[in-house]
């Protein structure tokens, strides 16, 4: 008991320390980063389902940092959202881990140690962003998480560091822009936790101060989540990172950003302030109406598949904020939550089929694939289920979430997301059916039959793949069964949490 | 309408997962094609077996149900449930497809098609999807088979791999997912409106209740479902299906002329006599609308069926015209005319079904695909151009094939509903289906082959087995169908004028 009652920073601590125990160990043997990086993430992401299964059945967790009573000391507070964010990213991690073992050793053979080195520093960052219940604090880990994604993007050179760089900038302001919040929040309240804040907030509502602070906030996380128009970072980075970096970054660290937007919109600010005094709801559903289209048009236009998938995701990015737009219907938050696993699920498989080929074909331009299917049949399938997702063919995750979306925006009685997300369907058809087209139909000239030869990548790269391609049917009929499976409820769970009274009672 | 005796069956879902099964066996016995066939055989026969088991159920007057689990929106369950129009549906395309496996065999291996797991493993899953569709116990359930045909016939389209056939798929795809959407879209909408989506016998209550504010929500509603219902192929939008025609002649055959084409028709009236109802749709002036768009694409299609060279292109804007037949008794709102629609989607399945299989066999044996060359074809293959002919004149509306019978109906359903220029319209197109259909016929049987001046002594040269047999039952079956009619038996036409009784019954008070 005495362990488990530490387990929310216990998830953090291990992390952290087993990043330095990679450094030590990988000096005397380059052999053993892998082994420990694995046995920690399992570790964590046992703590993980251990928190999520206490939270869902005793209610929120508090943890307080050294013993020091909030709002003075730093609290840890865990409920349902944290916790399935928190499994979501550390399941993602695990298997990026295994993946990472072949990726790793072809692309960066040299820089092994400090590549586990920094990945485990991310994880740790993306682990504290998740469980604390501070402002500052989330800072802290943002920080410490993006400083270690610049690291990570920059390891593959040539024009990586130029797409770390811009990333570098950007990511910079969206973190002052979010440091300039908090201290605003500070400095009209005195307290930086986010369950204090959301009981000293509402009278100082009128504030402009507090305003700007919201509006900062927003601006800030909006650069880090790459929410069209502040996504401009983004496709570059993801095209030119590491493999696997760009499934981590891509699956986890987008959905950690988008979970410290819903975070502060509704557990340190309210619904009531969002309604009435900074009425940004519209406004925002409306910019993911334009990142959902947008960001589908732009990837028709790729060959590179890498860059294609980052355009996608500034897309899906987009329906998660048009679901966080639509919170006040019955379907909106719930959308946006479930997307996040969607998408975790779905973006991961698809960045982890894109690394596979690019390690064993060194193909990146949908124009050569011709052929693929039959040479790397697995990887091959794993996409096209994955791809079938994206586009949202029943009873994928994605057409999950597209039936959450149209249920809210007519709840909404916003007729145009409805075309919005109906159009968008059939712009991931295009631009995924082109992909499929070649790999699988289209001949290329003067080629027979039997010419290709199976030359699947390895089973630690084709493993992940297939795992998240079967989980993207499983999890779609488990959503679709509801209130029988543990899913929905902890959904269900969450939400009531958001747009209740904020993390939690006054402590 | 008949109180209900409700029947607790995991049958419908064992039905289904037959093809599920067998696709998965596919997959694996890959190697060894003989295996592998047998899976399709074994797996046709037992869901067809599970599927006719549920007739006694449904012939006193019961419906079989199977819920699989309540979905995440309240009011919406996963599962099935069998009335008698469902299992009209169900067992014409699992009838079918034990005969067209059959003949794909044949047809697969005389050809030496590449890719032949690839195929039987989609055309299981096609089926999968449409005994779903035929057995789904409301819309959304509905909306998912729907959406695994779709995709799952894309492959079969464009089996060939060549730039056409790629183009073809994509313009599949372009059509039937487009409809997709818009279906997807009525879903939501009639689950908006009135918190269900099932399939009620004489339309949902709520939404006959929604009052007159709602009156052009409803008809744009059902627009969209109609839009939805692409499959269904009527015009304008029916360019996908002769387009699709490129793909092997077994996935013509049981797929554009029964499952997914069929599924389309199944839908439009699933939404005509079980989402709105007939007195609503009568209300909303609906039922004219839906059979001057049938009317109008009746006569077009055979208008252009006429132009047509290629003789699955042919048949293909046959297909268009005859589903139109459906709709327009659909449309008609009146007993007789849904009663035609109904039994007309068996019946033209199987005459159907049995011209397309005459193509692929004309095809295996002679390798000619347009009718201009089909001179002196019916000399050296005489069993194969009978049952052509015979189907052919079923399709015409013509004695002894069971076209006549729907046909019957249809024109009663007209006059029933007092509307003298779709009586008219139904015979115009029985007309123009002679003039696009007897050329063939008469090329057949009393042309000369090209190129030879005199009287060879002709040697008759039919497919091979797997394919003569298949083609032969389906065009026994169209006459026994007629036959059984006239003499009143009901056992040999696996009851499907009991049902048709039920189901008409259930619809119309």
């Known amino acids: ?507 | 309408m008949m109180e209900e005796s409700i029947v607790y069956s995991y049958r419908p879902l064992l039905a289904i997962l037959c093809p599920a099964t067998a696709a998965i066996l596919i997959l694996l016995s890959s190697k060894r094609p003989n295996v592998r066939e047998s899976w399709t055989i074994i797996a046709g026969i037992l869901q067809f077996a599970l599927v006719a088991s549920m007739i006694p159920t449904i012939l006193n007057e019961g419906v079989i149900k199977c819920t699989f689990f309540p979905t995440m929106f309240e009011g919406i369950a996963f599962g099935f449930k069998v009335d008698a129009f469902g299992l009209i549906f169900a067992l014409t395309a699992s009838f079918l497809w034990i005969l067209v496996s059959f003949y794909s065999i044949g047809y697969m291996r005389s050809l030496k098609e590449h890719a032949q797991t690839r195929y039987y493993f989609c055309f299981a899953i096609a089926i999968f999807g449409a005994i779903g569709v035929a057995l789904s116990a409301n819309l959304l359930s509905m909306f998912i088979f729907f959406e695994i045909l779709t995709v799952s016939t894309y492959p079969l389209v464009i089996h060939d791999q060549s730039k056409e056939a790629i183009s073809a798929g994509r313009k599949y795809f372009a059509y039937l997912l487009t409809a997709g959407v818009f279906l997807l879209f009525a879903i939501m909408m009639t689950y908006y409106l009135t918190g269900t989506t099932d399939f009620t016998n004489g339309g949902i209550k709520a939404l006959a209740e929604l009052g007159p504010a709602y009156k052009l929500t409803m008809v744009i509603l059902f627009f969209c479902f109609l839009l939805g219902f692409m499959k269904a192929a009527w015009m304008p939008f029916h360019s996908w299906l002769p387009t699709a025609m490129i793909a092997p002649t077994p996935v013509s055959a049981l797929l554009h002329a029964v499952a997914v084409v069929k599924a389309g028709v199944f839908g439009i009236v699933r939404i005509v006599c079980y989402i709105y109802g007939v007195d609503l749709m009568t209300s909303l002036g609906l039922g004219l609308a839906l059979a001057c768009i049938a009317g109008f694409t009746m006569i077009v299609a055979n208008l252009f069926a006429i132009a047509q060279d290629n003789l699955k292109k042919r048949l293909a804007y046959s297909t268009i015209n005859q589903l139109s037949y459906i709709i327009l008794g659909a449309g008609l709102l009146t007993t007789e005319g849904i009663r035609g629609a109904m039994i007309h989607i068996p019946f033209h399945g199987f005459m159907k079904i049995t011209l397309f299989l005459c193509a692929g066999a004309i095809m295996v044996a002679t390798g000619k695909k347009n009718i201009s060359e089909m001179g002196g074809v019916g000399k050296t293959m005489p069993v194969t151009m009978l049952a052509f002919t015979i189907t052919a004149f079923g399709m015409c509306g013509i004695p002894p094939a069971c076209g006549f019978i729907s046909k019957w109906f249809l024109c009663q359903g007209a006059l029933q509903a007092g509307e003298i220029v779709f009586l008219f319209v139904l015979l115009i197109a029985s007309f123009l289906d002679v003039v696009y259909f007897f050329p063939i016929i008469h090329t057949a049987f009393f042309k000369k082959p090209e190129g030879v001046a005199e009287e060879v002594e002709v040697r008759v040269k039919e497919a091979p087995l797997f394919m003569l047999v298949p083609l032969s039952i389906t065009a026994i079956f169209s006459v026994i169908f007629f036959l059984d009619f006239i003499l009143g038996l009901n056992i040999i036409s696996m009851y499907f004028y009991k049902l048709v009784e039920i189901a008409v019954g259930n619809v119309v008070p």
């Open chain 1, 1 to 507: 008991m005495i362990v488990t009652a530490h387990f929310p920073v216990l998830v953090i601590v291990i992390s952290m320390l087993s990043a330095f125990t990679i450094l030590i160990a990988g000096r005397w043997n380059k052999k053993t980063c892998l082994p420990i990086s694995i046995a920690t993430i399992s570790v964590q992401l046992f703590m993980a389902f251990f928190i999520l299964n206490q939270v869902f059945t005793r209610g929120t967790i508090h943890y307080r940092l050294g013993g020091w009573a909030p709002p003075w000391g730093i609290e840890y507070v865990i409920d349902a959202f944290n916790a399935y964010v928190l499994v979501i990213v550390l399941f993602i991690c695990l298997l990026t881990a295994i993946y990472a073992k072949r990726s790793i050793e072809r692309e960066q053979p040299h820089r092994i140690v400090p590549f586990y080195v920094v990945f485990q520093l991310l994880i740790t960052g993306l682990c504290g962003i998740t469980v604390t219940g501070d402002i500052f604090n989330l800072y802290v880990f943002l920080e410490i998480a993006s400083l270690a994604a610049y690291a990570l993007i920059a390891v593959a050179g040539g024009r990586a560091l130029k797409a770390s760089y811009n990333y570098v900038i950007m990511g910079s302001i969206g973190a002052c822009f979010y440091l300039l919040g908090a201290g605003f929040l500070y400095a009209v309240t005195g307290s930086l936790n986010m369950a204090d804040l959301s009981h000293l907030l509402p009278p100082l509502y009128e504030s402009k101060v507090v305003q700007a602070a919201f509006v900062f906030f927003v601006v800030g996380l909006s650069i880090k989540m790459a929410l069209f128009p502040l996504h401009i970072w983004q496709p570059d980075a993801y095209t030119y990172a590491p493999s696997v970096v760009t499934v981590i970054i891509a699956a986890a660290m987008s959905k950690v950003s988008i979970y410290a937007f819903i975070r502060v919109f509704f557990s340190v600010f309210t619904t009531d302030f969002i309604r009435i005094y900074v009425p940004i709801a519209t406004a925002i559903s409306w910019i993911a109406a334009i990142a959902i289209i947008v960001g589908s048009v732009i990837a028709i236009m790729q060959s590179n598949l890498k860059r294609m998938l980052a355009y996608s995701s500034v897309s899906q990015v987009g329906y998660i904020v048009l679901g966080v737009g639509l919170y006040s219907t019955q379907w909106g938050l719930h959308g946006a939550l479930i997307h996040i696993l969607n998408h975790a699920i779905t973006k991961g498989c698809l960045f982890i089929v894109a690394g596979a080929i690019i390690y064993r074909c060194g193909l990146w331009n949908i124009r050569d694939f011709e052929g693929l299917g039959k040479k790397m049949p697995y990887t091959c399938a794993a996409f096209t289920l994955a791809a079938l997702s994206m586009i949202g063919i029943p009873p994928s995750v994605g057409f999950i979430t597209k039936l959450c979306l149209l249920a809210a925006s007519l709840e909404a009685t916003e007729y145009v997301f409805v075309a919005v997300i109906l159009a968008s369907t059939l712009l991931n058809l295009v631009y995924f059916w082109r992909v499929i087209e070649r790999m699988y139909f289209v001949r290329g000239e003067g080629e027979e039959e039997n010419e290709i030869k199976m030359g699947e990548a390895p089973v630690s790269m084709v493993l992940p793949a297939l795992i998240l391609a079967s989980l993207c049917i499983i999890v779609g009929i488990l959503w679709l069964a509801g209130a029988k499976t543990p899913l929905l409820p902890v959904v269900d769970q969450a939400v009531n949490a958001l747009l209740g009274t904020g993390v939690v009672a006054a402590p």
